[in-house]
């Protein structure tokens, strides 16, 4: 019984371990990737912008159904918001 709770000691100090060297890298990565967006705002927008003026001409139903996407989406989080502070 002794030898097994002194494995999985060790076993939960490894993963441990472990889980902080994840955390880490993963907050390396989103912060390279969020300098990234702050360095580059502008040219972003104006990408984003160009595929939707070349969505709307070639596809405009596509931009409709997003507009509806994005007013359901809005109606339900108020929706939720509501009931919530009932």
Same mark, same amino acid.
């Given at each position: 019984?002794?030898?097994?709770?002194?494995?999985? $000691? %060790?076993?939960?100090?490894?993963?441990?371990?472990?889980?902080? *060297? /994840? !955390?880490? #890298?993963?907050?390396? &990565?989103?912060? #390279?990737?969020? #300098? &990234? =967006?702050?360095?580059?705002?502008?040219?972003? !927008?104006?990408?984003? /912008? +160009?595929? /939707? !003026? *070349?969505?709307?001409?070639?596809?405009?139903? %596509?931009?409709?159904? &997003?507009? $509806?996407? +994005? =007013?359901?989406?809005? !109606?339900?989080?108020?929706? %939720?918001?509501?009931?919530? #502070? /009932?």
């Amino acid at each position: 019984m002794d030898i097994e709770t002194e494995e999985l $000691k %060790k076993r939960i100090i490894e993963l441990e371990n472990e889980n902080e *060297k /994840l !955390k880490k #890298s993963l907050e390396n &990565y989103n912060n #390279s990737r969020k #300098s &990234y =967006y702050e360095k580059n705002k502008e040219t972003i !927008k104006e990408k984003a /912008l +160009a595929r /939707l !003026k *070349k969505l709307s001409e070639e596809n405009p139903e %596509k931009i409709k159904e &997003y507009s $509806k996407r +994005a =007013y359901q989406k809005k !109606k339900e989080k108020i929706n %939720k918001n509501v009931s919530e #502070s /009932l």
